[in-house]
């Protein structure tokens, strides 16, 4: 059996090997343009070796498959058959990815994926844009180099041999699956293996070259029906008519709410925090008195990745889809941090639980956050207070100790995403039988020492921080039905904030990119689904709200919710639901366009 396992480790190692060869070679060839260090390359190689070593798994399946019947079938002759033929296809489709991978990067500027083969049905349009003898010398080096990878599988000698001791080695050879199936999925942990766990690096080259090609071609292919990004519901021209002035992104705040242009500047992104359950929250609720109260903030969508995205980089959210999970569009996406960061402001991010979730890391890091702390920073004993990693009340403390140590004058950007509030609402505290009531009033008793202890700082006076949960969640009678479910406090606090005012229009959390960026007096017009609020081009005060499948809408009319799926109104309070219904899906096609072309 040993020498069994010891083929499948040294087929496993020669693999990850040409992925590690790989990146270097695509970092020398696409340099130009994207200068690098010598010690970039370790880094490269390092942050992406995580998702080499996975891949490299996939390969690894039927050559194991191969050892466990030759236990039983000591047919050498065919199993090195099967073994050849399979090596032969592996090498011609590395040296396909490796050299498309590299070959395309100076044009598309993003890792390999599925776009590609949308180029085999029109080749012509492909082909237009180099020269014959470039195509050739890419075909000769795909030949070359499939030959070279093939010769390297070949020296790694087994001869299959039927085994003495049938049941013992097939047993321990069992006992090597879950081995693939934990190194396939990424571990045992909420997240598994993905393309943003290997970005490190604010240089998008860098993260770029740490991807493994083969791995990002693969995981394009996730796009399948719940990630279409076509939505096709009227002409261009219709399309056009009915969205027109809907997301005006230009115009001046012409309501000051801040004493300063320049406020340090926390985003605290409340977990599933509907507006329903303020009632057990007294110190959110006295932070709203004293400071500037959103009253009719919607939340754009139902999942933590999607609000995130809504809320950082004031983009709408989609029925079934993720764009946070899509790394090739997150680069690309206007952002609050990569504004700031312009105006010279540095940026952190926080979060207790594991940053690779849903992609998350890749989406901070390419918007424009430069520290990122989550937790993997903490101790192995705070990383189990909750099912979700690091408890709130740890990681309040941790945001507080991140504001104070501010002292040098630079302005800053911080964004923290509480987990408490959430299944399985495992709390420290018992003051309501109600798990989500329960869970809820830990959190605000987290706010409450929060903000008591960073009132205390020297930091409070210039500091402006906005509670604005992620989504809102299922409670009782407020489901997708009901008009109330995705409203969501939209709170402004702190010593920069001018005075205690009610803004009662309706907004969705998107706009707060828009809202925020023009009370600071900066440009805004790269945030097409963002409104400054405060500005008089806001002229028709809306939300929508996108959810599996379906879409709703509330404006001064009432609300509305539109199946997509059955294609018809399902809920209406409003008089006008047709032309409400009609301007949802003229928004939803919008935003699919804006993200097609990005």
Not at 205 to 219: C, D, G
Not at 269 to 288: D, I, Q
Not at 324 to 338: F, T
Not at 350 to 377: A, H, P, R, V
Request: overall charge neutral; proline content about 4%; glycine content about 6%.
């Amino acid at each position: 059996m040993w020498q069994r396992i010891l083929y499948l480790l040294k087929t496993y190692v020669l693999t990850v090997c040409l992925f590690v060869g790989a990146k270097v070679a695509f970092m020398l060839c696409n340099g130009q343009g994207h200068p690098f260090a010598p010690g970039d390359v370790m880094q490269v190689i390092w942050h992406g070796i995580t998702l080499d070593l996975s891949t490299a798994l996939y390969f690894l399946i039927l050559p194991f498959l191969v050892v466990v019947v030759s236990i039983f079938w000591s047919k050498a002759k065919v199993l090195g058959a099967v073994l050849k033929a399979y090596f032969a296809i592996v090498s011609v489709a590395l040296a396909l990815a490796f050299v498309a991978d590299t070959s395309l990067y100076p044009f598309w500027q993003f890792k390999l994926d599925a776009t590609c083969l949308q180029y085999l049905e029109t080749p012509t349009e492909a082909m237009a844009s180099v020269s014959v003898g470039y195509l050739i010398c890419r075909l000769l080096l795909i030949v070359a180099l499939a030959v070279l990878f093939y010769w390297a599988f070949s020296q790694v000698k087994w001869v299959p041999s039927k085994s003495r001791r049938p049941v013992m080695e097939l047993i321990a050879a069992m006992l090597l699956v879950p081995v693939f199936f934990i190194g396939i999925r990424g571990g045992v942990g909420e997240s598994t293996t993905n393309i943003g766990q290997v970005y490190y690096s604010q240089n998008q080259f860098l993260n770029h070259s740490a991807v493994n090609p083969v791995f990002s071609f693969l995981a394009s292919f996730e796009k399948t029906a719940s990630e279409d990004i076509t939505y096709q519901f009227y002409t261009g021209e219709e399309m056009e008519q009915l969205t027109a002035s809907l997301y005006p992104t230009t115009g001046n705040s012409t309501d000051t709410l801040l004493t300063t242009r320049r406020p340090n500047v926390v985003i605290i992104l409340l977990e599933s925090c509907g507006k329903m359950f303020l009632e057990v929250m007294p110190n959110l609720r006295k932070a709203a008195a004293e400071g500037v109260d959103f009253t009719n903030c919607y939340g754009n969508s139902y999942r933590t990745d999607r609000g995130t995205v809504s809320t950082l980089s004031g983009y709408l959210s989609f029925p079934t889809m993720s764009v946070m999970k899509m790394s090739s569009k997150v680069e690309n996406l206007p952002a609050i941090a990569r504004s700031l960061r312009r105006e010279g402001y540095t940026t952190e991010y926080l979060y207790g639980g594991d940053i690779n979730f849903t992609k998350m890391k890749g989406y901070l890091i390419s918007t424009g956050f430069q520290q990122l702390c989550w937790k993997e920073d903490y101790t192995p004993q705070e990383q189990q207070t909750a099912k979700w990693g690091v408890r709130d009340d740890i990681t309040f403390k941790t945001l507080s100790k991140m504001i104070r140590r501010h002292t040098d004058g630079q302005p800053f950007l911080i964004g923290y995403s509480t987990l408490s509030s959430h299944e399985p609402w495992d709390v420290p505290v018992q003051k309501y039988i109600d798990k989500e009531h329960n869970g809820f009033a830990y959190v605000d008793g987290c706010i409450g020492d929060f903000l008591e202890e960073i009132r205390q700082s020297p930091q409070w006076q210039n500091l402006l921080i906005v509670f604005l949960p992620d989504h809102s969640i299922d409670f009782h009678e407020y489901t997708e039905q009901h008009p109330d479910r995705n409203r969501i406090p939209m709170i402004w606090t702190g010593g920069a904030v001018k005075q205690a005012r009610q803004l009662d229009m309706i907004c969705n959390q998107s706009d707060l990119a828009a809202t925020l960026l023009g009370q600071m007096g900066i440009a805004h017009e790269d945030f097409p689904f963002s409104r400054d609020v405060t500005s008089r081009r806001y002229r028709y005060p809306f939300a929508v709200h996108m959810f599996n499948n379906g879409i709703s809408m509330v404006d001064s009319t009432g609300f509305m919710l539109y199946d997509l799926t059955a294609e018809r109104i399902t809920e209406s309070t409003s008089p006008d639901a047709q032309r409400m219904a009609e301007t949802t899906k003229a928004v939803l096609q919008l935003a699919s366009e804006d993200l097609v072309r990005r």
